[in-house]
């Protein structure tokens, strides 16, 4: 089993409508919990980090449950420009960081 | 800051020749990770270090794979011989953090626009 697994998609959704994420993780020690996002043959980039508390950075909404390891990002009002792979990603530290990442959902919107 | 730099951004070669890939992070940041991306298998990691010290390099696939951090503004991965399946992107990431003691941490990764690796 993955120690991060996500839903490949892709989605494909119409502009202006709310879509969401999930994101499984198999390690109950992993302490810090991100959303990175990734465009075509670029680089990933951080969009959000995750906290208990669930956290929200205008349209984007990032929750955590740790009672059943799982992570979810919520977008609303999608724009054309939200179309990107999107990667979950997961610290799972001990002694030191090891950060890793989820082979990512592709999310398309369309006009 | 000029971010993570890495070279090439592209390089082709045969099977067998060596490979090597540079990465430059950006000032300051204590840890450097190494990652590789293909179709199949998504973005893996290979190797990370802390302070120029290798501290996980479970990922690296074989002997054929080795990394180095000279000093703190310079690493390399390096592949001999190279094989066609190795073709891939190869991003390196910095990135440092805040102690623990001041609450939330701060684990942002910086990444370079990678390395497409193309072995014929």
């Known amino acids: 089993r993955k120690e991060v697994e996500q839903d490949p998609g892709p989605f494909n959704v119409p502009e202006g409508a709310t879509v969401a994420f999930n994101c499984t993780y198999s390690n109950s020690a992993s302490q810090s919990f991100f959303w990175y996002r990734q465009d075509c043959r670029k680089e990933p980039k951080l969009l959000m980090s995750?906290?208990?508390s669930g956290n929200e950075d205008g349209r984007f909404t990032a929750q955590l449950n740790r009672a059943s390891q799982y992570i979810s990002l919520l977008i609303r009002d999608s724009k054309l420009s939200d179309s990107a792979t999107y990667l979950c990603?997961?610290?799972?530290?001990?002694?030191?960081?090891?950060?890793?990442f989820g082979s990512g959902t592709r999310l398309s919107i369309r006009p | 800051d000029a971010g993570v730099i890495q070279s090439p951004r592209h390089e082709v070669t045969e099977m067998g020749q060596e490979v090597t890939l540079r990465c430059k992070p950006i000032s300051g940041h204590d840890y450097l990770f190494w990652y590789r991306q293909t179709m199949m298998r998504g973005l893996e990691l290979l190797i990370y270090f802390n302070n120029n010290v290798p501290i996980d390099d479970s990922g690296m696939p074989e002997d054929r794979f080795s990394a180095k951090m000279p000093n703190a503004s310079f690493s390399t991965l390096k592949i001999q011989p190279s094989e066609p399946r190795d073709s891939a992107v190869y991003f390196c990431a910095s990135s440092t953090e805040i102690s623990p003691g001041q609450g939330r941490t701060n684990e942002k990764l910086f990444f370079g626009s990678g390395t497409q690796l193309s072995v014929l």
């Open positions: 995750v906290y208990s």
């Open positions: 990603v997961v610290n799972k530290k001990s002694s030191a960081s090891k950060i890793i």
